[in-house]
């Protein structure tokens, strides 16, 4: 099986930097997604790493280490919009079919002014 | 910019009664999913479907669940008896074969009542 633990809850002041960790157990790691989600809305896609490394995207970063099981999302300058729930998310191979998700529970996030 | 579509937004529908929620899946997108998000719980999946048969569903996606791609857009997913249990947010993705990253749709709340 697989087993994702992140954060449940996070604050962070406006024009800062957060960082959200997400530690994976599995078999077959076939990538690892991070999601934005604001309440009562679908997960909107922010980045994606099958390789070890940081990968950026303008505000947002994210890092890998398969090694460890670990991956974290970077937020810069932080905005009142950023305030919402971040899910990881691991996909792994099974049967090479199918390409599923497992996420997380997901980090809610809350900037203040 | 292409964007997944479901409809309804929202269904409500009595214990027992059969429910289909539909989707339009990004046109040159392969590979669909069907998800679940219970309220305030972690978003799971329920299956995926390529090349007009499933070829991956959880413990979740039971008798009670079928998948269908009807004609060359839509993908339904049906429930054939509703429990009070299967009130939830469904969404439909589809994943680009090129980026690999999965696009959700806006969701269908469904309420059992």
């Known amino acids: 099986g697989q087993n994702i633990d992140q954060p449940t809850e996070m604050t962070a002041t406006e024009g800062a930097i957060v960082q959200i960790n997400c530690t994976y157990q599995?078999?077959?790691?076939?990538?690892l997604f991070w999601y934005q989600q604001h309440a009562g809305e679908a997960p909107t896609f922010l980045s994606y790493?099958?390789?070890?490394g940081l990968e950026e995207k303008g505000r947002f970063s994210s890092f890998l280490s398969r090694s460890k099981g670990y991956s974290y999302l970077l937020l810069k300058e932080l905005q009142m919009k950023d305030s919402a729930s971040y899910l990881c998310?691991?996909?792994?191979?099974?049967?090479?079919?199918?390409?599923?998700?497992?996420f997380g529970g997901g980090t809610r996030l809350m900037v203040k002014p | 910019e292409p964007e997944v579509t479901q409809t309804p937004s929202h269904q409500v529908t009595q214990m027992g009664q059969e429910v289909i929620l539909r989707c339009v899946p990004i046109?040159?997108?392969?590979?669909f999913y069907w998800y679940r998000q219970i309220l305030g719980q972690k978003v799971e999946f329920l299956v995926s479907?390529?090349?007009?048969?499933?070829?991956?569903k959880s413990e979740i996606f039971d008798d009670q669940f079928s998948v269908e791609r009807p004609d060359g857009s839509n993908f339904t997913l049906k429930i054939r008896s509703t429990k009070l249990e299967d009130s939830a947010m469904y969404f439909c993705?589809?994943?680009?074969?090129?980026?690999?990253?999965?696009?959700f749709g806006p969701g269908t709340r469904l309420t059992v009542l």
């Open positions: 993705a589809s994943r680009d074969s090129v980026t690999d990253t999965q696009y």
């Open positions: 599995t078999s077959g790691f076939n990538g």
């Open positions: 790493n099958v390789l070890d």
């Open positions: 998310a691991v996909r792994a191979f099974h049967n090479n079919a199918g390409n599923m998700l497992t």
């Open positions: 046109s040159n997108h392969l590979y």
């Open positions: 479907f390529y090349n007009n048969e499933i070829s991956e």
